[in-house]
Protein backbone atom coordinates (compact mmCIF):
# COMPACT_ATOMS: atom_id res chain seq x y z
CA UNK A 1 0.00 0.00 0.00
CA UNK A 2 1.37 3.21 -1.01
CA UNK A 3 2.11 5.28 1.94
CA UNK A 4 4.40 8.80 1.53
CA UNK A 5 3.75 10.13 5.06
CA UNK A 6 6.94 10.23 7.17
CA UNK A 7 7.12 10.85 10.78
CA UNK A 8 9.64 13.78 10.80
CA UNK A 9 11.15 16.72 9.05
CA UNK A 10 14.51 15.36 9.61
CA UNK A 11 13.72 11.90 8.32
CA UNK A 12 12.48 13.46 5.11
CA UNK A 13 15.65 15.77 4.55
CA UNK A 14 17.92 12.70 5.40
CA UNK A 15 18.74 11.93 1.85
CA UNK A 16 19.67 15.52 1.05
CA UNK A 17 23.69 15.05 0.15
CA UNK A 18 26.65 17.59 -0.37
CA UNK A 19 26.72 19.44 -2.91
CA UNK A 20 22.98 18.81 -4.31
CA UNK A 21 20.72 21.59 -6.14
CA UNK A 22 17.88 22.20 -4.24
CA UNK A 23 14.70 23.75 -4.99
CA UNK A 24 12.67 26.03 -2.13
CA UNK A 25 9.49 26.95 -2.65
CA UNK A 26 8.36 30.05 -1.49
CA UNK A 27 6.10 33.39 -3.02
CA UNK A 28 5.70 34.56 0.73
CA UNK A 29 4.26 32.64 4.03
CA UNK A 30 2.03 30.45 1.86
CA UNK A 31 4.47 28.40 0.40
CA UNK A 32 7.78 28.66 2.56
CA UNK A 33 8.68 25.54 3.78
CA UNK A 34 10.54 26.83 6.77
CA UNK A 35 10.07 23.77 9.00
CA UNK A 36 11.80 21.48 6.04
CA UNK A 37 15.03 24.16 5.88
CA UNK A 38 15.29 23.89 9.56
CA UNK A 39 15.45 20.09 9.28
CA UNK A 40 18.06 20.53 6.30
CA UNK A 41 20.21 22.71 8.45
CA UNK A 42 20.23 20.67 11.31
CA UNK A 43 20.94 17.80 8.65
CA UNK A 44 23.91 19.51 7.67
CA UNK A 45 24.39 18.56 4.11
CA UNK A 46 26.62 21.32 2.28
CA UNK A 47 27.94 22.92 -0.61
CA UNK A 48 24.48 23.03 -1.93
CA UNK A 49 23.01 24.91 -5.17
CA UNK A 50 19.75 26.28 -3.95
CA UNK A 51 17.08 27.23 -6.52
CA UNK A 52 14.68 29.91 -4.87
CA UNK A 53 12.23 33.08 -5.58
CA UNK A 54 14.53 35.24 -3.16
CA UNK A 55 17.67 34.88 -1.14
CA UNK A 56 15.63 34.37 2.40
CA UNK A 57 14.78 37.08 5.04
CA UNK A 58 16.50 37.72 8.23
CA UNK A 59 17.94 34.98 10.09
CA UNK A 60 15.19 31.86 9.67
CA UNK A 61 14.38 29.59 6.78
CA UNK A 62 16.41 29.85 3.67
CA UNK A 63 18.67 32.58 5.35
CA UNK A 64 19.49 30.30 8.03
CA UNK A 65 20.57 27.82 5.62
CA UNK A 66 22.86 30.03 4.25
CA UNK A 67 23.87 31.81 7.36
CA UNK A 68 25.06 28.24 8.31
CA UNK A 69 27.39 27.69 5.38
CA UNK A 70 25.64 25.60 3.73
CA UNK A 71 24.66 27.03 0.37
CA UNK A 72 27.53 27.47 -2.37
CA UNK A 73 25.50 29.32 -4.79
CA UNK A 74 21.94 30.90 -5.37
CA UNK A 75 19.89 30.93 -8.33
CA UNK A 76 16.94 33.70 -7.76
CA UNK A 77 15.52 36.81 -8.51
CA UNK A 78 15.39 39.09 -5.45
CA UNK A 79 18.67 37.88 -3.70
CA UNK A 80 18.50 41.27 -1.65
CA UNK A 81 15.08 42.42 0.31
CA UNK A 82 14.31 45.16 2.56
CA UNK A 83 14.60 41.94 5.18
CA UNK A 84 17.04 40.33 3.95
CA UNK A 85 20.65 40.86 5.78
CA UNK A 86 22.90 37.11 5.37
CA UNK A 87 23.06 36.52 1.57
CA UNK A 88 24.39 40.60 0.83
CA UNK A 89 26.95 40.40 3.44
CA UNK A 90 28.00 37.01 1.86
CA UNK A 91 28.14 37.98 -1.55
CA UNK A 92 30.02 41.39 -0.72
CA UNK A 93 32.61 38.96 0.84
CA UNK A 94 32.85 36.56 -1.83
CA UNK A 95 31.67 33.61 -0.33
CA UNK A 96 28.49 32.36 -2.62
CA UNK A 97 27.44 33.00 -5.81
CA UNK A 98 24.57 33.82 -7.02
CA UNK A 99 23.15 32.94 -10.42
CA UNK A 100 20.58 36.20 -11.14
CA UNK A 101 17.28 35.16 -13.29
CA UNK A 102 14.25 37.58 -13.76
CA UNK A 103 11.34 35.92 -12.29
CA UNK A 104 9.15 34.73 -15.01
CA UNK A 105 12.28 33.41 -16.78
CA UNK A 106 12.83 31.73 -13.21
CA UNK A 107 9.10 29.86 -13.09
CA UNK A 108 9.64 29.04 -16.84
CA UNK A 109 12.97 27.41 -16.40
CA UNK A 110 11.83 25.03 -13.78
CA UNK A 111 8.23 24.87 -15.81
CA UNK A 112 10.51 23.55 -18.86
CA UNK A 113 12.74 20.94 -16.81
CA UNK A 114 9.84 19.52 -15.00
CA UNK A 115 8.13 18.93 -18.82
CA UNK A 116 11.18 17.70 -20.50
CA UNK A 117 11.62 20.88 -22.52
CA UNK A 118 16.05 21.58 -22.04
CA UNK A 119 15.64 24.84 -23.39
CA UNK A 120 13.63 27.62 -24.92
CA UNK A 121 14.06 31.49 -26.18
CA UNK A 122 12.78 35.04 -24.32
CA UNK A 123 13.16 38.32 -25.07
CA UNK A 124 13.61 39.31 -21.19
CA UNK A 125 17.42 39.72 -20.98
CA UNK A 126 18.17 41.07 -24.46
CA UNK A 127 21.00 43.50 -24.50
CA UNK A 128 21.12 43.23 -20.66
CA UNK A 129 24.08 42.02 -18.87
CA UNK A 130 22.17 38.78 -17.57
CA UNK A 131 22.39 37.54 -21.56
CA UNK A 132 26.61 37.70 -21.72
CA UNK A 133 27.73 34.38 -22.94
CA UNK A 134 24.23 33.10 -23.85
CA UNK A 135 23.08 32.39 -27.73
CA UNK A 136 20.99 34.60 -29.39
CA UNK A 137 18.49 34.40 -32.14
CA UNK A 138 16.60 36.25 -34.03
CA UNK A 139 13.00 35.32 -34.40
CA UNK A 140 10.44 37.38 -36.79
CA UNK A 141 12.96 40.43 -36.57
CA UNK A 142 12.59 40.66 -32.58
CA UNK A 143 16.09 39.31 -30.91
CA UNK A 144 15.86 36.52 -27.90
CA UNK A 145 17.82 34.84 -25.70
CA UNK A 146 18.28 31.43 -25.12
CA UNK A 147 17.55 29.60 -21.19
CA UNK A 148 18.26 26.32 -20.52
CA UNK A 149 15.74 24.49 -18.33
CA UNK A 150 16.43 23.97 -14.35
CA UNK A 151 16.16 20.35 -12.84
CA UNK A 152 17.22 19.55 -9.16
CA UNK A 153 17.79 16.81 -7.02
CA UNK A 154 15.50 17.48 -4.17
CA UNK A 155 12.43 20.05 -3.86
CA UNK A 156 11.26 21.48 -0.71
CA UNK A 157 7.52 22.36 -1.07
CA UNK A 158 5.00 23.34 1.50
CA UNK A 159 1.37 22.62 0.79
CA UNK A 160 -1.79 22.79 2.46
CA UNK A 161 -3.03 19.23 2.16
CA UNK A 162 -1.84 16.07 0.68
CA UNK A 163 -3.02 12.27 0.90
CA UNK A 164 -1.12 9.58 1.67
CA UNK A 165 -0.46 8.94 -1.88
CA UNK A 166 1.32 12.52 -2.28
CA UNK A 167 -1.04 14.26 -4.01
CA UNK A 168 -1.61 18.24 -3.45
CA UNK A 169 -3.54 21.09 -2.98
CA UNK A 170 -1.69 24.01 -1.73
CA UNK A 171 -2.73 28.04 -0.15
CA UNK A 172 -2.99 30.56 -2.57
CA UNK A 173 0.42 31.75 -3.80
CA UNK A 174 2.14 28.70 -2.73
CA UNK A 175 0.64 27.39 -6.36
CA UNK A 176 3.34 30.46 -8.29
CA UNK A 177 5.94 27.68 -7.43
CA UNK A 178 5.18 24.65 -5.91
CA UNK A 179 3.81 22.60 -8.48
CA UNK A 180 6.76 23.19 -11.07
CA UNK A 181 9.39 22.70 -7.79
CA UNK A 182 7.70 18.93 -7.46
CA UNK A 183 7.99 18.51 -11.17
CA UNK A 184 11.37 19.64 -11.87
CA UNK A 185 13.46 17.33 -8.82
CA UNK A 186 14.37 13.99 -8.57
CA UNK A 187 12.94 14.26 -5.32
CA UNK A 188 9.94 15.86 -3.95
CA UNK A 189 9.78 16.50 -0.28
CA UNK A 190 6.59 17.92 1.14
CA UNK A 191 5.48 19.41 4.43
CA UNK A 192 1.64 19.60 4.66
CA UNK A 193 -0.97 21.27 7.39
CA UNK A 194 -2.96 18.61 6.97
CA UNK A 195 -2.71 14.80 6.11
CA UNK A 196 -5.76 13.13 4.84
CA UNK A 197 -6.72 9.66 3.32
CA UNK A 198 -7.42 8.70 -0.42
CA UNK A 199 -10.06 10.43 -1.41
CA UNK A 200 -10.58 12.87 0.61
CA UNK A 201 -9.49 15.40 -1.99
CA UNK A 202 -11.49 16.81 -4.09
CA UNK A 203 -9.55 15.27 -7.71
CA UNK A 204 -10.67 18.63 -9.04
CA UNK A 205 -8.74 20.67 -6.57
CA UNK A 206 -5.56 18.87 -6.80
CA UNK A 207 -3.04 20.49 -8.25
CA UNK A 208 0.00 18.14 -7.80
CA UNK A 209 -0.55 14.38 -8.74
CA UNK A 210 1.37 11.86 -6.10
CA UNK A 211 3.86 10.89 -9.11
CA UNK A 212 5.82 13.80 -8.49
CA UNK A 213 6.23 13.49 -4.62
CA UNK A 214 8.52 11.28 -3.03
CA UNK A 215 7.93 11.96 0.78
CA UNK A 216 4.96 13.79 2.60
CA UNK A 217 5.33 15.19 6.44
CA UNK A 218 2.86 17.27 8.56
CA UNK A 219 3.27 20.07 9.83
CA UNK A 220 0.27 21.17 11.28
CA UNK A 221 1.03 24.26 12.27
CA UNK A 222 4.15 25.79 10.38
CA UNK A 223 6.06 28.76 11.47
CA UNK A 224 5.30 32.34 10.40
CA UNK A 225 8.06 33.42 9.04
CA UNK A 226 7.63 37.15 9.13
CA UNK A 227 6.80 36.89 12.80
CA UNK A 228 9.79 34.98 13.35
CA UNK A 229 12.30 37.97 11.28
CA UNK A 230 10.18 40.68 13.09
CA UNK A 231 11.04 39.35 16.65
CA UNK A 232 14.93 38.69 14.92
CA UNK A 233 14.81 35.28 16.18
CA UNK A 234 17.67 33.11 14.51
CA UNK A 235 18.15 29.57 13.61
CA UNK A 236 19.58 27.25 15.45
CA UNK A 237 17.73 28.77 18.04
CA UNK A 238 19.24 30.23 20.66
CA UNK A 239 17.96 30.12 24.63
Known sequence: ?????????????????D?????????GEAGSPVELIHALVDQGARNLTVVSNNAGSGHVGLAALIENRQVRKIICSFPRT?????????????EI???????G????????????IPAFYTPTTVNTPLAKEKETRT??????VMEEAIKADFALVKCHAADRYGNLVYNKTARNFGPIMCMAAETTIVQARKLVEPGELDPECVV?????????????????????VAEERRYPWKE
Request: avoid cysteine; charged fraction near 20%; glycine fraction near 10%.
Open 208 to 228: TPGIFVKHVVKISNPMDESKL
Open 19 to 27: GATVMISGF
Open 139 to 144: FKGRDY
Open 1 to 17: MINKFLPSAAEAVADVF
Open 105 to 116: TLAERIRAGGAG
Open 82 to 94: TISVVFPELFRKG
Open 97 to 103: ELELVPQ
